[in-house]
Each structure stands twice: as C-alpha cells, then as structure tokens.
C-alpha cells in the first residue's frame, strides 16, 4: 500500500505522471473514490506524460475513449453508470485491454473481477482542505513487482500519516 498526499490538482497529476512511467502495455489502473475526488484528473496528467494531446474529458456518457499516446494507446473507462456486470461485459474489457494499450477505470471497483489477476488499484479521497487529497495505491498480482520502485518513485508525495 502506497500511500500519498497532494494539495493541488497539478500535483495529482504530477503524480499521475510518475505512475505512468512505471506502465507497459497490457496494465490496468481501476481508480475508485468519491465524485469529484480527482480521478479525471488523474487520468488527465497520466494521458498528457504519455503523449496524448487532445483532450481528456470524463467518458461518462461515452464509457469508453481511447486516446493515441506517443508509443501506446490509454483506454479510459467511467463504469458509474453501470450497474449490471453484464452491461459491463459489452463493453468488451478484455479486447480494450491490449498490449498496445494502458486501460484506466474510474469507478473500477466494479469490474475488478473481469479485469485478471494484475492491476494497479488507486483510491482517491477528499482530504481536510479543500485542495487535498489521499491517494492509496495499490500493486496487485505482477503489479507488486513494480511496488517498491513505484513507492520510491513516489516518494515526494508520500503521506506522513
Ligand atoms: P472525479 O473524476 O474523481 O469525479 P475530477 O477529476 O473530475 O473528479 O474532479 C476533481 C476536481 O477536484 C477538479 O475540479 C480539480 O480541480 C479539483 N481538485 C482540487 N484539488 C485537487 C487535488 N489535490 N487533486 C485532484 N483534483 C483536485
Ligand atoms: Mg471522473
């Protein structure tokens, strides 16, 4: 578990863009936490460090967006409005998860059964001031290989609490 602090949007971007270093083709991010929270935003900062520059708007209504990035695809989901796996199922997550592609999911929690073993879990949390935030991340499956680097990558962030 990983967790970290930011007290601006441009810092959860910022570290949007380190966790994107750490990604290859093939990974999945299933971000979770309240509307509002900076998961948007999130997947804004992680677009933008790999290459991606038009711009990345909450797939709500859409659901799915896929975004060209320098040498991968992002796929970007928004599963709120979803409330059956089957609906979920259509959407065809295990063709979108490609090893060309990074596939991040707001409201991810959902699907988690359907996206395998591996995954990079991250909550985002309203915090005491307005502008803050508590990231938790969490590597599972082969992602926990990637933890350690992952934490020490992070570690300007990193939640004194
Ligand atoms: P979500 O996708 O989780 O519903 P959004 O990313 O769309 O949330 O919105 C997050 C909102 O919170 C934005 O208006 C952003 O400016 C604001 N915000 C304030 N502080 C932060 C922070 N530390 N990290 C991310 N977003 C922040
Ligand atoms: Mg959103």
Not at 6 to 16: C, F, G, I, N, Y
Not at 34 to 46: E, I, P, S
Not at 103 to 130: C, M, N, Q
């Amino acid at each position: 578990m990983i967790r970290l602090q930011t007290r601006s949007m441009e810092a959860t971007q910022a570290v949007a863009a380190r966790v994107a270093e750490w990604c290859r083709g093939g990974d999945v991010i299933l971000l979770s936490g309240d509307l509002g929270a900076g998961k948007t935003a999130f997947v804004r900062g992680f677009g933008a460090a790999l290459g991606v520059d038009e711009p990345v708007t909450s797939p709500t209504f859409a659901l799915v967006q896929r975004y060209a990035g320098r040498t991968l695809w992002i796929n970007h989901l928004d599963v709120y409005r979803l409330d059956r796996t089957s609906e979920v199922e259509d959407l065809g997550l295990s063709e979108l998860i490609d090893p060309d592609a990074v596939t991040l999911i707001e409201w991810g929690e959902a699907v988690r059964s359907l996206v395998g073993p591996s995954y990079l879990g991250i909550v985002v949390e309203l915090g005491a001031d307005d502008d803050d935030r508590q990231l938790t991340l969490q590597p599972v499956g082969a992602w926990r290989a990637r933890g350690d680097a992952l934490a020490g990558a992070l570690e300007p962030w990193t939640s004194p609490c």
